[in-house]
């Protein structure tokens, strides 16, 4: 079975447990898949990681990871592949030094010799590697000019790549991993044997025409449909006359007899349409009608687990955002306090005061220590969690001021938007996440005042304005695709579906939309309407004053199938709703304890929102 089908078995096991009640086992098995760096096994998040580690000089995360590769998977293969496993080690750590001295990290190649010398003192391959730190232009000397090549980074990985297939392929796989195979043998083995049976039966048995044809028999002859059952009983009379087919010579009324008709597809729609149909009826009588910012809470689809509060904030929380795959939540509020903490422990890991006003944050998708935050005065701060007093700062060129950033799918660019020094229009801005250098700028439409931006894919964007227009652009050609007017007041925030291919957009007065990539010239459909984007004393101020990034204001699930709202409805706190549910009722409210919703995100089976009041509500949820 392909690693891809990991997930699905996870959340079998996570139905499985909720079905038994077994709650406090399910809070401990979604806290292990926290803390599983390997993700059952899935290639290309490994390759991904490992890759990322060595471009980062992330070498504790680098270390740890292989390690628990080589504990759970490598140690289990056969002697014939320790070779291979050595020397796959061995090139990924030569890797590593070599980015290491090329990004002038010089300290962290210290560190390397320093904390691995004991372990590689001995090792022949790596008697010349220890006088690389004195080494001036290792590029161009061996033995140690090859691993500067670019090719050799690529055949590299690419053998990496194969190894961890090959690796996939050799493991024992358990019961539930084999099921799906057992299932499909099992099947193929009774319609074999249904095959069989049905042989010898229709060679039995003749057909109608030759039937009718044939001589008067002194024993009567039944029709096909009428062969006795092996479970009829063994007294009846074989003298007893069976009944006749329609077209027979001599049949009488009383002797036919009509088949009962099958039940067709047709029938059971039928039958369902009619049991929709009293299902609306009962519905109807139990739904209010609908007016702005009324909801009624239907069945809730998911079940709460748990609900904590992180209170580390004195005003309201303007963004949060967790770590893609640690319990570290990043957050910043109206005071300009950002606040990097613990959402199991809900303790607070470390405070950053930054003298200019934020106004945007994000975690870098593909990293679990990486993350930026964006300034009002278009500056950006690249920051790692394990050296969080020592961020990397660069300034987004050809922008005055930033409105909002978003980071690539892929984590190489990261998408900010703000005003433009050139004519006071808007702008997108491309920086590559490795030195942070503005590549190119995609200039707005003059008539548009920008508002959020989204990722599409990496080469493509969605940003939303004031005017109600969410405009596509290319980033790579520099070029727009297309402008859509799809509300009538300030959208607030855009997020796409995982298959990136259809988005849900969100304005200042709640109204939730629904656009189909393949349809983008049909209206929009919309979702609900549920109560206003919530406002702060200066979220929606206008441009020379400072603004935040309200796309924090929607989150949506993995699944595609709810989605989380920061607006102001009767019922304080975020409202979870769901995207093909209807337009009147919401699911259910997360928080609603601690105020007003300001920010909200959801990652996994946690959802995070951030009140008016400085708190920051946990809630753990499994769906039902």
């Excluded at 010398?117 to 022949?124: K, V």
């Excluded at 690389?132 to 590029?139: A, G, H, R, S």
């Excluded at 049905?198 to 039995?204: F, T």
Aim: aromatic residues 8%.
């Amino acid at each position: 079975m392909a690693t891809a089908t990991v997930p699905l078995l996870d959340e079998a096991v996570r139905e499985y447990l909720l079905f038994r009640g077994f709650t406090q086992a399910l809070r401990a098995f979604d806290k292990e898949l926290e803390k599983d760096q390997t993700k059952g096994f899935q290639t290309d998040h490994l390759i991904s990681k490992l890759l990322r580690c060595v471009e980062d000089s992330d070498l504790p995360t680098m270390l740890a990871l292989w390690e628990q590769l080589d504990l759970r998977f490598f140690s289990r293969l056969d002697h014939s592949f320790q070779n291979t496993t050595h020397t796959l080690e061995t090139g990924l750590r030569r890797l590593w030094l070599v980015r290491a001295i090329q990004n002038k990290r010089q300290d962290m190649v210290a560190q390397f010799f320093q904390q691995l010398t004991p372990e590689l003192r001995g090792r022949s391959e790596w008697n010349d590697w220890f006088t690389l730190p004195y080494v001036e232009n290792p590029e161009a000397k061996q033995p140690f000019a090859m691993y500067f090549q670019a090719t050799w980074r690529d055949i590299f990985a690419m053998s990496l790549a194969n190894f961890m297939a090959t690796v996939h392929q050799h493991l024992p796989k358990p019961f539930l991993m084999r099921y799906e195979e057992q299932f499909n043998e099992i099947s193929r083995l009774q319609q074999h044997r249904s095959s069989l049976t049905r042989e010898p039966l229709s060679a039995a048995m003749e057909p109608l025409e030759h039937r009718t044809a044939s001589p008067p028999s002194s024993s009567p002859r039944m029709a096909p449909a009428d062969v006795p059952s092996p479970l009829s009983s063994s007294h009846e009379s074989p003298e007893k006359p069976s009944i006749q087919v329609v077209d027979s010579p001599g049949a009488s009324p009383e002797q036919t007899r009509p088949q009962p008709a099958p039940l067709t597809w047709a029938a059971s729609m039928d039958t369902a349409d009619k049991i929709d149909k009293v299902d609306k009826l009962e519905d109807r009588n139990l739904v209010s009608p609908r007016r702005q910012g009324s909801f009624r809470l239907k069945r809730e689809p998911f079940l709460v687990l748990s609900s904590e509060a992180y209170q580390g904030h004195a005003s309201p929380v303007m963004a949060v955002a967790k770590a893609p795959d640690r319990p570290v939540v990043l957050s910043f509020d109206q005071s300009n306090v950002v606040r990097l903490w613990d959402s199991s422990s809900l303790a607070t890991l470390h405070t950053l005061t930054p003298s200019q006003a934020v106004v945007s944050l994000c975690w870098a998708p593909s990293s679990e220590r990486i993350f930026y935050l964006g300034f009002v005065n278009a500056t950006l701060w690249q920051i790692t969690s394990t050296h969080v007093q020592e961020p990397k700062e660069a300034s987004v060129t050809k922008l005055t001021k930033l409105t909002a950033m978003a980071c690539a799918p892929n984590n190489t660019i990261l998408a900010c938007l703000g005003v433009s020094s050139e004519g006071r229009c808007h702008s997108v801005a491309v920086v590559d996440v490795v030195d942070l250098s503005t590549k190119l700028h995609v200039n707005l439409p003059a008539e548009h005042t920008a508002t959020c931006i989204s990722f599409s894919n990496s080469l493509m964007v969605a940003v939303g304005t004031k005017q109600g227009h969410v405009v596509i652009c290319d980033i790579k050609d520099g070029k727009l695709i297309m402008d859509l007017s799809t509300h009538s007041y300030p959208v607030c925030a855009i997020r796409f579906t995982s298959d990136l291919s259809n988005f849900l957009s969100l304005d200042q007065q709640g109204l939730l939309l629904h656009t189909f990539g393949a349809r983008l010239h049909d209206p929009p459909t919309a979702v609900c309407q549920l109560g206003s984007v919530t406002r702060t004393s200066d979220k929606f101020d206008n441009e020379d004053k400072q603004s935040y990034d309200t796309g924090h204001a929607l989150a949506l699930d993995s699944h595609d199938q709810h989605v989380v709202l920061a607006v102001e409805a009767e019922a304080k706190g975020a409202l979870l709703v769901g995207v093909d549910s209807g337009t009147e009722n919401a699911d259910m409210t997360i928080g609603s304890a601690h105020g007003l919703a300001v920010s909200v995100s959801w990652a996994q089976d946690v959802i995070l929102t951030g009140h008016d009041t400085g708190v920051v509500s946990v809630t753990n949820i499994v769906r039902v």
